[in-house]
């Protein structure tokens, strides 16, 4: 649902610019199909459905379950006492708010993926065939299996399927949705020569450098030309640790030593075992994520773009990174005239997440509800605020629904 509310945003923006002030749009949906949590997910499907295939005996499964919940509570104990360190005493107070934020949401991240590890192993301790022990701490044993055997998965057929998968879905949900098809989808997958072409060029500008196989886009030098980062400038005084680790992805190497800068990003990424790759002037690899949207909308739209959206959390880094290579790229000072950020939908209030496990599906939300209720729910509040989904801003859709029907008789 989160990604329902970004999506019919932007298609309510489309119906007024084509229906209302007749404007020809060219709506353009970029697929990123080659990226680090699309590599993971698709690695650790692939390792779970190995493992249930296998004669697993009740007592290895538990003792198995029992060794991931271990290496998550590790985890899960590191990263609070982390977040509690950096709110106390004196860091708290050299914290910028986005910081502090960042460290206030961790914790309470931390606590309710504490309660959901709490509640696998309950129903692992009662499990009494191994299949109910994998299916009550499926996502548990996929980290724990991809942590030692990750490495071995590498066939691209594994997360091209994955990603072909969930694009369908998607698409169906839009349809459901009532949102208009797109003028074009552009898939990374599609685009790869373009990718190495646009890099190989930033490299001949002095925009970007190679470093042990990566290419990496040199932030301070564009700073001396260009204004950087734009949409939040707040953040031009440095990333914080999880922007840093959210633009860099998951897979992202430990850059002690690789980049000439902090915020310097990555156009091109080394790939390690375990991880699909192309080949390159740089060597085999894959591209960065921010590279591969400014790349696909250049094959679509030119050199210039009139509208870009996306969700909230997009601003900084990725919608700055974007547009950072494609104003070098282009050699301008302005590359897309107007970015919209539709606002995210908490539930509970924590930003719905799949990591956080604490998400509604946009078919089971249209189980319970039309997408026309769900439409109105968000029209009812600011497109570029935070919403809660809950039963009163439902209720309130449901109203409004009933008036329209009344007053046009329908």
């Known amino acids: 649902m989160g990604h329902a509310r970004a999506y019919l945003t932007f298609d309510i923006m489309r119906r007024i610019l084509e229906d209302y002030f007749n404007y020809h749009v060219l709506f353009q949906v970029n697929i990123t199909d080659i990226d680090d949590k699309i590599i993971l997910k698709a690695r650790k499907g692939e390792l779970m459905k190995q493992y249930r295939s296998k004669s697993t005996s009740l007592e290895e499964a538990k003792k198995n379950a029992s060794l991931a919940f271990q290496k998550r509570k590790s985890k899960l104990d590191a990263e609070k006492m982390a977040a509690e360190a950096r709110l106390s005493g004196e860091t708290a107070q050299q914290l910028q708010a986005r910081e502090k934020e960042e460290a206030q949401n961790a914790l309470k991240s931390n606590e309710l993926f504490v309660q959901q590890l709490q509640e696998a192993e309950a129903k692992v ?23 030692s055997l990750g490495h071995t998965i590498e066939d691209k057929a594994v997360f091209n399927q994955h990603s072909r998968k969930y694009e369908e879905q998607f698409l169906q949900d839009c349809a459901s949705l009532g949102i208009r098809d797109p003028t074009v989808i552009t898939r990374v997958s599609d685009y790869v020569d373009e990718i190495v072409t646009y890099i190989d060029a930033m490299m001949k500008q002095g925009s970007a450098y190679n470093s042990n196989g990566s290419v990496y886009f040199d932030t301070s030098r564009h700073k001396q030309s260009h204004d950087y980062p734009k949409l939040v400038p707040s953040a031009g005084s440095g990333q914080t640790d999880a922007e840093l680790a959210e633009g860099e992805g998951a897979l992202g190497a430990k850059f002690e030593g690789e980049k000439r800068h902090r915020n310097d990003f990555a156009l091109w990424k080394a790939s390690k075992a375990g991880e699909p790759r192309w080949s390159s002037p740089w060597g085999d690899g894959r591209p960065g994520w921010h590279i591969e949207c400014s790349v696909m909308i250049k094959e679509i739209h030119g050199p210039r773009l009139d509208i870009h959206g996306g969700g909230a959390d997009l601003r900084f880094p990725h919608h700055d990174n974007e547009i950072a290579q494609a104003e070098a790229f282009h050699e301008c000072q302005q590359w897309c005239n107007y970015f919209t950020h539709a606002g995210h939908l908490h539930i509970k209030g924590l930003k719905m997440s799949k990591s956080l496990k604490n998400f509604v599906t946009i078919r089971g939300a249209l189980e319970a509800y039309t997408a026309r209720q769900l439409r109105l729910m968000f029209l009812s509040h600011g497109w570029d605020r935070p919403l809660n989904f809950s039963d009163q801003s439902i209720a309130e859709a449901r109203d409004k629904e009933s008036r329209l029907n009344s007053f046009f008789a329908v």
């Open 125 to 147: 301790s009662t499990a009494s065939s191994t299949a109910e022990v994998i299916d009550s701490c499926s996502d548990f044993l996929a980290d724990w299996l991809d942590e």
